[in-house]
């Protein structure tokens, strides 16, 4: 069983749709992260979350620590949205579980 | 202020080859962690260096190995690469235990 759990893997949203992407994970940490991965490979981290909800313009990500678990939503999603999104968690000092990903397709 | 840079961007090395892997951290951070990241998978961690000594390695064997610079920049270096090396390589600075930022990554194909 993997520590850190994301679902959908694959998601494909009409334009103008709102995303909602799941995290689970059994270790006890004390913040969760979230990243995206586009195309070629670069990852950009969106959120660092260690309890409650943060909103970055159309992204909003929530923790629930007692339940283990994490969403992020996407309002009014754009084909630029398009990307792998990974849940992460660390376990030791600075180092991670990571999930397998979401890859998410937004057609226009 | 500069983000976390990695070079070369793409590689190609054959089987038995050696190959080091370049990575240098945003200003201000002292931490650089390496991870592999097999098509479709996510990230795996192999090693952390913190003030230029190893803080802490994942289930990588002794053929990847490491460095870190008094500038806090690092290299991976990888002996004897088979094929299942081929991934993207990332790494990831922070300063200590913060937020760690991703660079651009190096794709490696192992002919």
């Known amino acids: 069983k993997n520590e850190v759990e994301q679902s959908p893997q694959n998601l494909t949203a009409q334009e103008g749709e709102f995303i909602t992407i799941n995290c689970s994970y059994s270790v006890g940490i004390s913040a969760l992260h979230w990243l995206q991965q586009h195309p070629g490979g670069g990852i950009v981290s969106l959120f660092m979350l260690s309890s409650g909800k943060k909103k970055h313009g159309r992204l909003i990500a929530t923790i629930n620590i007692q339940e283990k678990h994490s969403s992020l939503h996407i309002t009014a999603s754009h084909p630029r949205d398009s990307a792998v999104y990974i849940c992460a968690v660390p376990y030791t000092g600075n180092q991670f579980y990571f999930g397998t990903g979401t890859s998410l397709t937004v057609i226009p | 202020e500069t983000g976390v840079t990695q070079s070369p961007t793409h590689l190609i090395k054959t089987r038995g080859q050696q190959v080091t892997l370049r990575c240098s951290s945003q200003s201000g951070h002292n931490t650089v962690s390496w991870y592999q990241q097999a098509l479709g998978q996510g990230p795996q961690f192999i090693f952390q260096?913190?003030?230029?000594?190893?803080?802490g390695r994942g289930n990588f064997p002794p053929r990847f190995s490491g460095l870190q610079f008094p500038n806090y920049s690092s290299e991976l270096n990888v002996n004897a690469l088979e094929l299942d090396d081929s991934a993207l390589y990332l790494c990831?600075?922070?300063?200590?235990?913060?937020?760690?930022?991703f660079g651009p990554g190096t794709r490696l194909t192992v002919l």
């Open positions: 990831a600075s922070s300063f200590s235990y913060n937020e760690q930022f």
């Open positions: 260096y913190y003030r230029e000594e190893e803080n």
